[in-house]
């Protein structure tokens, strides 16, 4: 045992530190009835009286124990062939000091179906770097063992040896030495592969973390109170955000081919981390055109995989998985791959990745989100039957490639991400009783405030609360009745700012019509700045509400006296909106100067208008409280 853990629990051996009350074995033990093994031997050595006064025979746990005792130490691997003859030809293979919530009988029937002499439960890890990794082909195959240290230079896939294994008895007496010690993950495995014995992965993001020392202890335990475990464990559908690569994760490098090109965005591996912490799965969906184009082998896309892994390592996050596209629609290029080309149903907008990673890791949709830079993630998520997250990062959705609105959008992914484990579930609760009004009888609802106060976010919460409580409900943004630039003048107020006489002509004929129709909505472009050149048609019903956002919402005189028309302001703290501004005007490239004149001119013209016209509002939503002491 280490001399730190030893120090809080004494001179107990490692099974038999608690966690949570019980000793770790006895958790393990249980485990292993719960799925139905009940044959259990124990490889013990120090102090290992006190685990055969603790559990005995094993009839008061539901199992039958043996022990094998060591009399001197032999290693994991020296024991395990000292133990052969009282094991089945076949048997799992558990460390003493590892905290698992798996499903062993699954693990079990995955390592009958490889054809494999002994399967490895293989995941990745918050520290790589000083992990034993597992080098795996496409199919699982066992292409090498790395022990810690590593290789000097040699960059592989974050995928760490948990110790727990099924193996078959038959030849383990030639790989492992009759005296002396050897571990199995050093020497054991490697010897196995040298003979040309199939080793298989089994890759799952179940929990299970070892407790060696009282950091890890500690976490073990923080998990099991917060339910990582339970999330993770598989018995219901996992949650999980899907990830775009270049331009979301890392800097978008056109036909990115070389592992030196690859750096990670400021803050993508803390964002990643953070759902590697939340127990939500974080899962890479990237189209790689370059592989049909002959720009870079299956290889050397592995190769750039490891080193968005590694640095990812460094920070303390990892992947739960990344599917890719190899394809390419077009055809002509000089050294392309003929059989990559053409027409598939993986690359984005098609789902088909984010149906694939939802077959193989159990994720549920209802909870899931797709994060990217382009409206090709955007409407693959969207396809997939998943929420939506552009950012601003990377294309920033000047693709323009499909008519499509996300339903959030956030500066980068460390927002995105805040967003999603935070921010959602927060504006949900405090929506939930607006919702439930809006859902009685109300057409419209419409949302104002000030610029960046927050309405989009609202606009698409109330949606899809009022889609819970069954009444189709449409977002509209009258940004896409902004006028062009070129129209406008500084100074003449908010709403000659939009053309809201067609704005108002085209919501009210919708909502007064009393069967379907489709209301075109202009899509504005904030880097041009102006609107038309797409649009999103909203087929709506006679029972569909129509939820308008945008500053001058509540300006809208047309609209405000309507009966059926519900009215909601969003309150933002003056900080707060001042900085998104900012940022937003940052984003766009406008020159400081212009910024300060732009704002000055908001101050005058539009923001006294705006904030008088809450006092019509049957809500006032104020989204980022207000610093103490602030009015």
């Known amino acids: 045992m280490g001399t730190r853990l030893r120090e809080r629990s004494g001179d107990l051996p490692k099974p038999m530190v608690p966690v949570l009350g019980k000793p770790v074995l006895h958790h393990q033990i249980d485990l292993c009835r719960k799925h139905g093994f009940t044959d ?12 055969s006064e603790y559990f005995g025979d094993g009839s008061a746990f539901g199992v039958k124990l043996i022990y094998a005792i060591e009399d001197e130490p032999r290693g994991t691997s020296g024991a395990l062939r000292d133990a052969l003859p009282l094991l089945a030809d076949r048997f799992l293979l558990l460390y003493g000091d590892t905290f698992m919530d798996v499903d062993l009988r699954k693990l079990w029937n995955a390592h009958e179906a490889s054809g494999a002499v002994g399967t490895l439960f293989l995941h990745p890890n918050d520290h790589p770097q000083d992990s034993d990794l597992v080098d795996i082909d496409s199919h699982g195959a066992v292409r090498a063992i790395l022990p810690y240290p590593h290789p000097e230079g040699r960059e592989v896939r974050n995928l760490v040896n948990a110790a727990l294994y099924v193996l078959d008895r038959a030849g383990l007496e030639d790989v492992t030495p009759a005296e002396g010690k050897a571990d199995i993950a050093k020497h054991m495995f490697p010897r196995m592969l040298e003979l040309g014995r199939r080793l298989h992965g089994y890759v799952t993001p179940e929990y299970i973390k070892d407790m060696g020392t009282p950091e890890r202890l500690d976490k073990v335990e923080r998990d099991f109170v917060a339910g990582l475990p339970e999330r993770l464990s598989g018995r219901q559908l996992r949650s999980a955000v899907f990830l775009d690569r270049d331009g979301t994760i890392n800097r978008e490098v056109t036909h990115l081919k070389s592992p030196d090109q690859l750096e990670l965005l400021p803050g993508a591996a803390t964002a990643i981390r953070r759902l590697n912490r939340s127990g939500t799965l974080a899962v890479v969906i990237t189209n790689q055109p370059v592989v049909a184009r002959g720009d870079v082998s299956f ?14 390592g460094a920070g303390g996050a990892f992947l739960d998985g990344l599917y890719l596209c190899p394809h390419h629609p077009d055809k002509g290029f000089p050294g392309e791959v003929p059989a990559l080309k053409g027409p598939c149903s993986c690359r984005k907008p098609e789902p088909g990745l984010i149906d694939q990673a939802c077959r193989d890791l159990g994720i549920g949709r209802r909870d899931s989100w797709m994060i990217g830079d382009t409206t090709s993630d955007v409407e693959a998520g969207r396809r997939a039957g998943v929420r939506t997250v552009l950012l601003r990062t990377g294309h920033a959705g000047a693709d323009a490639k499909h008519a499509v609105r996300p339903d959030y959008i956030a500066p980068d992914l460390a927002d995105a991400v805040e967003w999603i484990l935070d921010g959602h579930a927060a504006l949900t609760r405090r929506l939930a009783p607006i919702a439930i009004e809006a859902s009685q009888g109300r057409r419209l609802v419409l949302i104002g405030g000030l610029a960046r106060a927050g309405k989009s976010y609202a606009a698409q919460v109330l949606k899809e609360l009022l889609h819970a409580l069954g009444r189709q409900a449409h977002a509209i943004s009258l940004d896409g009745w902004l006028k062009p630039k070129s129209d406008r003048v500084e100074g003449s107020g908010v709403r000659e700012r939009f053309d809201l006489v067609t704005a108002s002509a085209a919501i009210a004929a919708a909502a007064d019509s009393s069967s379907r129709v489709v209301l075109s909505e202009p899509v504005y472009d904030r880097i041009a700045r102006n609107a038309g050149a797409q649009h999103i048609e909203h087929s709506v019903g006679p029972e569909d509400v ?24 969003v309150d933002v703290a003056p900080a707060t909106r001042e900085a998104r501004l900012k940022q937003d005007y940052a984003w766009r490239g406008t020159p400081d100067e212009e910024q300060l004149t732009t704002l000055a001119a908001r101050e005058l013209d539009e923001t006294p208008t705006v904030e008088r016209s809450q006092i019509i509002a049957s809500f006032v939503v104020e989204l980022a409280p207000k610093p103490e002491g602030e009015e």
């Open 40 to 51: 259990i031997a124990l490889l013990v050595q120090h102090r290992h009286e006190k685990i």
């Open 299 to 312: 290889e050397g896309l592995d190769r750039i995989h490891a080193r968005l892994e590694s640095q990812l």
């Open 546 to 569: 129509l939820i308008v956002e945008g500053v001058p919402a509540l300006l809208m005189d047309d609209l405000l006296g309507r009966p059926d028309t519900m009215k909601m302001y």
